[in-house]
């Protein structure tokens, strides 16, 4: 098995045990593991071409695996007023879309160089689908463990890497726990993101390319989630310190989701208190930037008016740091001189759009819209535990057809054996039926229909 070759020893913070294998947390004391500053050439040395024209900050393998990652473009925003201006660096462009690529290009170059047949991939999406696609790339194996509500957009897209699903059908963090435990029968490579300082190195080189692009970078607006991305971004500033390419951090801007919101839709922001929280705060503190929750809902509609206005098709959690670019603009910040890191593509969040466009119930892909229907009548007769007539059914669907069609639907279930109708006072009301059940269960598992 090779070595990893870093530039500098990993080493806990508190304990200060030096490792090799990449692990973020210390084995000994259960406390974070960082590498020192490393000073790289000047930046006039640097020809950025990918994130690879960085690896003299990187550490080193014998087998690099690479997609052409990194060196995405910074645009500015130039149709929304208020903040006109505002440089956003276009992570989406990335070879899956989404930043996480740059920690996959290390994390598979590792498992190729040690050997491995195998990845093991859990997260909540961009990151195994990302692996995925790099394991593909590396001729090897992969297998991702995947949360109950995964989106589908993302399961096909893991499919058409050749991923083995393995739908847990649990939270991710739940998730997470059973991929570790199937890596270690396996014995295969488990990269878990939160838990890999590959990933945090990698991700660095966001941060030295911002301060590459950008002559006057001032603040950089960042989603939160579970903060490997603002602990990496910091990274890649204290090397750029350590190269003397600038003299001071640019205020970092941690963007949250607001504690009432609707998680679902923005699941990468999801967790609520994630181990690197207190560094994260000390991070932010000691660049003299601060946190914004930001409502999901809110995040969908900046999500939409930069997709029309800008022409950017960005995924909700993205949208995070236009809507805190908005809060910020008024008071605090230059957009000019401040970049907000937009992370992912809006096409690994389609089911949400769809949902929060038509202001439909439930969305079913690759139906045809009456077999759409019908499936939303019955999901809806299964939901208000059997007590709901046609008329309701018509009004819960928004009354978007004639209430004919919905006693037409009705009929067809009762003749298929799905419904049946039972007569109270006046009124004729469904009940579902075992068959009726199944089927709605059945449906349940193979698509997106849990709760937005
Ligand atoms: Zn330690």
Redesign the pocket.
């Known amino acids: 098995m090779t070595e990893l070759r870093w530039l500098k020893k990993p080493r806990?913070?508190?304990?200060?045990?030096e490792i090799i294998e990449p692990h973020l947390w210390?084995?000994?004391?259960?406390?974070l593991?960082s590498i020192q500053p490393i000073k790289g050439p000047k930046k006039s040395n640097i020809n950025l071409k990918s994130m690879w024209s960085l690896n003299s900050f990187l550490p080193s393998f014998s087998k690099i695996v690479s997609l052409v990652e990194g060196n995405t473009p910074i645009i500015q925003i130039k149709n929304i007023p208020e903040i006109k201006g505002l440089n956003v660096k276009l992570e989406f462009r990335n070879p899956t879309s989404s930043f996480r690529d740059r920690a996959s290009s290390l994390i598979v170059s590792d498992a190729l160089s040690k050997k491995y047949n195998e990845i093991i991939g859990a997260s909540t999406g961009s990151f195994s689908i990302s692996l995925a696609a790099y394991t593909s790339h590396a001729a090897l194996k992969s297998t991702a463990f995947i949360p109950g509500n995964l989106e589908l957009s993302k399961i096909e897209q893991l499919k058409m890497y050749g991923t083995k699903i393995v739908d847990t059908n649990k939270n991710l963090d739940e998730s997470i726990k059973s991929a570790k435990n199937y890596a270690l029968e396996q014995k295969s490579y488990f990269p878990t993101p939160n838990d890999n300082l590959l990933t945090i190195e990698g991700q660095k080189t966001i941060g030295l390319e911002l301060i590459l692009q950008l002559a006057n970078i001032e603040n950089v607006i960042i989603p939160r989630g579970s903060g490997t991305l603002i602990l990496s971004i910091f990274r890649g500033f204290e090397d750029a310190i350590e190269s003397g390419w600038i003299k001071k951090y640019p205020k970092i801007f941690a963007v949250s989701l607001k504690s009432s919101s609707n998680s679902h839709i923005a699941e990468s922001l999801e967790m609520k208190a994630p181990p690197l929280l207190d560094h994260i705060k000390k991070i932010i503190k000691k660049t003299k930037g601060k946190e914004l929750p930001i409502d999901a809902l809110d995040m969908i509609k900046n999500a939409s008016e930069v997709a029309k206005k800008e022409g950017l098709f960005i995924e909700p959690a993205s949208a995070s740091v236009i809507a805190a670019a908005k809060k910020l603009v008024h008071d605090e910040i230059d957009p000019q001189s401040t970049v907000a890191i937009l992370t992912g593509s809006g096409l690994n969040a389609l089911n949400k759009f769809a949902f929060q466009m038509r202001n439909l119930k439930k969305t079913v892909w690759g139906l045809s819209e009456t077999s759409t229907r019908r499936f939303e009548i019955l999901n809806i007769i299964a939901e208000k535990k059997n007590t709901t007539h046609g008329y309701a059914i018509w009004v819960s669907l928004g009354k978007k057809k004639t209430i004919q069609s919905i006693y037409h639907h009705l009929d067809s279930l009762n003749q298929d054996g799905l419904i049946e109708f039972k007569e109270v006072g006046n009124t004729k009301k469904c009940l579902i039926t075992k068959k009726g059940y199944e089927l709605l269960n059945k449906m349940r598992e193979i698509i997106d229909l849990r709760e937005i």
């Not at 806990?12 to 045990?17: D, L």
């Not at 210390?26 to 406390?31: A, K, Q, S, V």
Request: glycine share 8%; hydrophobic share 15%.
């Open positions: 806990c913070n508190e304990c200060g045990q210390c084995l000994n004391c259960n406390n593991i």
